[in-house]
């Protein structure tokens, strides 16, 4: 059964960022998210937020220590990746290169039907760009 349009996810990322203030700024600017919810904690922390990208949905706090919820940047490397659909990975990676972000692979076309990239925010998540839709080949739209 194809879509005619992307379908919400009920999967919502919660990235965790040693200053998360700075962090949100940086994706809205970098990565083009929209804040939606800003819940500020303690001066310079944040409880919860909710930043959204399409239809798509993030939230982003400051460390939570009762919860072992820690930022990426002080491990050796990123314990997950985020994979976001969009329409012009050329012209996002061009965006997100202007704002400081690391790029880790350059756009290029995925022997799977995607083109795009990956990258690395400043705090040390690790993401990929790019137009491939997952569930695409099991409704015969892909």
């Not at 009920?10 to 962090?23: G, K």
């Not at 939606?36 to 982003?60: F, Q, W, Y």
């Not at 490397?77 to 012209?91: C, F, K, N, T, W």
């Amino acid at each position: 059964m194809a879509r005619s349009a992307p379908i919400p996810s009920n999967i919502y990322p919660s990235l965790t960022y040693d200053d998360a203030p700075a962090a949100i700024e940086w994706l809205c600017r970098a990565f083009g998210f929209e804040k939606r919810l800003v819940v500020p904690a303690d001066i310079g922390k944040i409880m919860h937020s909710e930043l959204t990208l399409g239809p798509g949905l993030i939230m982003v706090s400051s460390p939570k220590a009762e919860y072992r919820r820690v930022s990426p940047r002080g491990l050796p490397g990123s314990p997950l990746m985020l994979s976001v659909r969009i329409a012009d990975p050329d012209e996002h990676c061009a965006r997100a290169k202007e704002a400081g972000g690391v790029i880790l692979r350059e756009v290029q076309d995925e022997p799977y039907g995607s083109r795009g990239y990956m990258v690395e925010d400043p705090g040390g998540h690790t993401w990929y760009f790019g137009t491939y839709s997952p569930g695409a080949y099991w409704d015969g739209a892909g």
